[in-house]
């Protein structure tokens, strides 16, 4: 909770079962996360002022025309310090009819403060930049004015057949209040204001009895540092967990865009800045997906064949973070594997340029207007339960054996294995030279050819690293990303990479913070957290605007000796009802 009038900040623990306050903490130099009713309340103290009627007036804009969006703060010196105020920087854009994306025609050169402890609005006008002139409308209508990029004249698509999926007898897995069983997993899911949607209890059925392999994971942050160095740009890096709230940014989800087949959903409930419960009907939809070949085999001899389909079990939300959205999903497969993958689309942050000045640090999308080219990084904290609680994490690197007595040929190569015993060991880069990754193994628990149990950590794409200088404001307030992996053994009041309360902070709490004061704890055989951190290096194209289409990013845990032999081995093969088409083969 936020005091305006002293800025100070309160946390306050309630036992809901007793309707009691158990704590309430005091923080002079923290700022929770900024509510979408705050944001509501200072759009009257916007139109009113008056250096922004102004600036506006210079620029031949009506205010009854702007639109303004929220965006964070950022942090760019001391008069930001979240004991001295709590500010947001919004933009404003030009809207030419009710339905028009505003987005297309952004007013760009201004830096809008508002602090809302105060009530007050600080405008900086650094230059005067064309308005873009031309339309970026998505909808069936819009896309069919010439005036609009792209331009479809013909509007939308006539050659789409029907794409219909059924299950006649319903899904394959079972909800019970909020667990969720499906073939041999099972796992409880939670929701959450900051973190949005988490997995709890993940267990897998084997060897007659269901094995835990974690205990609760979560994104613990996302960061978005953007590129762009003018004045009404270079502030912009946001942490959408710890700064807006993933949980109270989710979509109530539609069945046949959202998700597609035979479709459960849970609600969520979040609360507003006043501490009254929401609900937010659909928040997480569940559904199983068939996503191709899972395994197949043609014995050579006598051309036997065996093949299997692929299904797995899909737990997803979605969130809107003013332009951005973000599809979180998770999935749990035949295989054993477990997924992580966020698919980002909606909105580019535009910017408005001269037509002398093309942006440095941004792509052209249309005549005027560009989009600064930006970074985005999740943190996805991970409390293991590897067959109990007593794990420990390992890096195995690549390394080619010297050619001699035991590689005359040349040819060999072994996967080496390094037990990170501590804290401080464990704050590791991907390296692509070596393939690097990194399991969890309990040492405590074999398998049948005598080897710990393990997972391991798999990105499902190119690493990310930070571009931005790793002294500026944006560095500072990032670190948690300059590390691939952090590992630390369980502490309950550490739960976020960037710190409980990275609004308007310069960067000196969070998982960086945990890493150093816990530098010389063990971690063989500890109670075990993992901090994996991956993300998506957006250089922006024409093919973004004006709604992007999805890019992905995200990482998987496969089983490393976890069970005797493939998992998979024991699913049904597939079975062929219908086809459509001159050959059909049927199984």
């Given amino acids: ?187 409880r899911v939670g929701f959450n204001v900051r973190e949005g949607l988490t997995m709890n209890m993940v267990e897998y059925f084997d060897q007659n009895r269901y094995r835990p392999i974690f205990y609760r994971a979560a994104i613990s942050e996302m960061w978005i540092p953007y590129a762009d160095a003018s004045p009404a740009h270079s502030f912009k890096n946001a942490f959408d967990a710890g700064e807006a709230g993933i949980g109270l940014l989710t979509n109530s989800l539609v069945l046949g865009c959202d998700c597609l087949g035979e479709i459960r959903y849970l609600d969520g409930v979040v609360n507003n800045n006043q501490g009254q419960a929401l609900l937010l009907k659909n928040a997480i939809c569940i559904h199983e997906e068939d996503i191709g070949l899972l395994w197949k085999h043609t014995e050579f001899i006598d051309q036997r064949v065996q093949c299997r389909r692929s299904r797995r079990l899909v737990i997803s939300s979605m969130i809107t973070v003013s332009n951005y959205e973000y599809g979180l999903y998770w999935y749990f497969l035949q295989d054993g594997t477990i997924q992580f993958e966020g698919k980002l689309t909606g909105s580019i942050a535009p910017g408005a340029y001269e037509s002398d000045k093309p942006p440095v640090s941004g792509g052209i999308v249309a005549e005027g207007l560009y989009g600064p080219h930006h970074q985005h990084f999740f943190n996805i904290r991970i409390d293991w339960m590897l067959d109990g609680m007593k794990n420990s994490l390992v890096e195995i690197n690549c390394e080619p054996i010297p050619k001699g007595p035991q590689n005359p040929a040349g040819n060999a190569w072994t996967a080496q294995e390094t037990i990170l015993k501590t804290v401080g060991e464990a704050r590791r880069l991907h390296d692509d030279k070596k393939g690097r990754c990194w399991k969890i193994i309990n040492s405590q628990s074999k398998n049948h050819v005598n080897q710990p149990v393990a997972y391991k950590i798999i990105p499902s794409g190119p690493p990310c690293y930070p571009l931005c200088d790793e002294d500026s404001c944006q560095g500072r307030r990032g670190v948690f990303a300059r590390h691939h992996i952090w590992a630390t053994k369980y502490h309950p009041e550490e739960l976020y990479a960037a710190g409980l309360f990275p609004n308007q902070s310069p960067g000196d709490d969070g998982i960086v913070a945990y890493s150093e004061k816990h530098k010389n704890e063990s971690l063989v055989d500890s109670d075990l957290v993992t901090w994996y951190t991956f993300g998506v290096t957006h250089i922006v194209r024409p093919e973004d605007w004006p709604i992007m289409p999805i890019e992905t990013c995200g990482f998987r845990l496969k089983p490393y000796g976890f069970f005797a032999g493939s998992p998979a081995i024991d699913v049904p093969p597939p079975v062929a009802k219908e086809c459509h088409g001159e050959t059909c083969l049927k199984h």
């Avoid at 309430?24 to 700022?31: I, L, M, S, V």
């Avoid at 930001?80 to 007013?107: E, F, G, M, Q, T």
């Avoid at 909020?178 to 041999?184: A, G, L, V």
């Fill in 1 to 187: 909770v936020r005091d305006p009038k002293g800025r100070t900040t309160y946390e306050f623990v309630v036992d809901l079962t007793n309707e009691q306050v158990e704590k309430c903490t005091e923080f002079n130099n923290g700022q929770p996360g900024l509510a979408g009713d705050e944001i509501i309340e200072s759009d009257d103290l916007l139109r009113s002022n008056e250096d922004l009627l102004a600036a506006f007036a210079k620029r031949n804009i009506s205010m009854k025309d702007v639109v303004f969006y929220p965006f964070t703060s950022g942090y760019r010196d001391e008069t930001d310090l979240p004991s001295k105020r709590r500010i947001y920087r919004p933009y404003a854009a030009v809207r030419k009819h009710p339905k028009d994306n505003y987005y297309a025609h952004h007013i760009d050169g201004l830096v809008i403060t508002v602090d809302l402890d105060s009530f007050t609005v600080e405008v900086e006008d650094h230059a005067i930049i064309p308005i873009p002139p031309k339309s970026g409308n998505y909808d069936p209508e819009g896309i069919k004015s010439s005036d609009n990029v792209p331009y479809f004249p013909d509007g939308i698509r006539k050659d789409l057949k029907p794409f219909i999926i059924t299950q006649p007898e319903g899904p394959s897995f079972q909800i019970d209040g909020y667990q969720i069983s499906w073939q041999k997993w099972r796992l």
